[in-house]
T-cell receptor, first 113, second 116 residues
Framework: AQTVTQSQPEMSVQEAETVTLSCTYD???????LFWYKQPPSRQMILVIR??????QNATENRFSVNFQKAAKSFSLKISDSQLGDAAMYFCAINTNAGKSTFGDGTTLTVKP | GAVVSQHPSRVICKSGTSVKIECRSLDFQATTMFWYRQFPKQSLMLMATSNEGSKATYEQGVEKDKFLINHASLTLSTLTVTSAHPEDSSFYIC????????????FGPGTRLTVL
């Protein structure tokens, strides 16, 4: 079984500043993928970024990047130059070959103008 | 990106009635779809895995007879909440992975169910 832990229920950041959301996970699988999803007030879940566990290089998507520490089973999300539209609930998730996604409890991000 | 639709987006029903929610993958085939339930400001709780051509797999604690799932085709899964009660009121979300189990989930926009 997989577990995902997001230890920060709420975070806030000033517009244009940088914020890091934490995520740790546990799995006995050797092959897995990690994801960060965003759920804005509309509640439509969308993918922010994906990391393949076999890749050492940290994934980057524009202002979003991850710090993937496989040995520590840590997968944090850094949002640079935060924008008002980044305000949302962020979920960390892990996929294994069983097909299911296991989600963390989420972090609510507030962006202050 | 891939598109998953859900219908209806909102439904209000009387206690004791049944409600059907549809989940469609619009531009890809999905042999597997997932149904989640989400309470306000909480995470997604996986209810069941919908498998095309076979029975759904339910998570522990989810009543099979209450939440009927039918995966009728490679693009359509339905969740029927039978004999709905106020405690079934929630936000229901479906998702489908495209291209394999390791891939990201594409989510429907969700259905808000209110049982009076």
């Amino acid at each position: 079984a997989q577990t995902v832990t997001q230890s920060q229920p709420e975070m806030s950041v000033q517009e244009a500043e940088t914020v890091t959301l934490s995520c740790t996970y546990d799995t006995s699988e050797s092959d897995y993928y990690l994801f960060w999803y965003k759920q804005p007030p509309s509640r439509q879940m969308i993918l922010v970024i994906r990391q393949e566990a076999y890749k050492q290089q940290n994934a980057t998507e524009n202002r979003f990047s991850v710090n993937f520490q496989k040995a520590a089973k840590s997968f944090s999300l850094k949002i640079s130059d935060s924008q008002l539209g980044d305000a949302a609930m962020y979920f960390c998730a892990i996929n294994t070959n069983a097909g299911k996604s296991t989600f963390g409890d989420g972090t609510t991000l507030t962006v202050k103008p | 990106g891939a598109v998953v639709s859900q219908h209806p987006s909102r439904v209000i029903c009387k206690s004791g009635t049944s409600v059907k929610i549809e989940c469609r993958s619009l531009d890809f085939q999905a042999t597997t779809m997932f149904w989640y339930r989400q309470f306000p400001k909480q995470s997604l709780m996986l209810m069941a895995t919908s498998n095309e051509g076979s029975k759904a797999t339910y998570e522990q604690g989810v009543e099979k007879d209450k939440f009927l799932i039918n995966h009728a085709s490679l693009t359509l899964s339905t969740l029927t909440v039978t004999s709905a009660h106020p405690e079934d009121s929630s936000f229901y979300i479906c998702s489908a992975p495209r291209g394999g189990f390791y891939n990201e989930q594409f989510f429907g926009p969700g259905t808000r169910l209110t049982v009076l």
